[in-house]
Nanobody
């Protein structure tokens, strides 16, 4: 089965940048796209960004548009989330998920496998 491993989280001050990575391994010949979601304490998991492995399609949540960039490195089977101008409300555990053989965009229910998450904490 597909295995996803996130990394790159940490504790930063407001205004700083972080780049999260999601490395995929295992058999996934039919995965069309990947997505990043985040879950803050006491909150439901919410969509952040999604991208197709071809990089032809991408989508961002309004809350991060203009400050985040999602990208792929097909040679490394890795998806990245570059986050700039981080805000305290961005504090959450960030997860990556695969959307199977279709484009799911912000629809969490369409995503199959998930990684273990990486903690991002933004201090004010």
């Amino acid at each position: 089965q597909v295995q996803l491993a996130e990394s790159g989280g940490g504790l930063v001050q407001a205004g700083a940048s972080l780049r999260l990575s999601c490395a995929a391994s295992g058999p996934f010949p039919s995965i069309y796209a990947m997505g990043w979601f985040r879950q803050a304490p006491g909150e439901e998991r919410e969509f952040v960004a999604a991208v197709s492995w071809s990089a032809k399609n991408s989508m961002y949540a309004d809350s991060v548009k203009g400050r985040c960039t999602i990208s792929v490195n097909n040679a490394k089977d890795t998806v990245y989330l570059q986050m700039n101008s981080l805000k305290p409300e961005g504090t959450a555990v960030y997860y990556c998920g695969d959307s199977g053989s279709t484009w799911c965009g912000r629809a969490e229910r369409g995503y199959g496998y998930w990684g273990q998450g990486t903690q991002v904490t933004v201090s004010s």
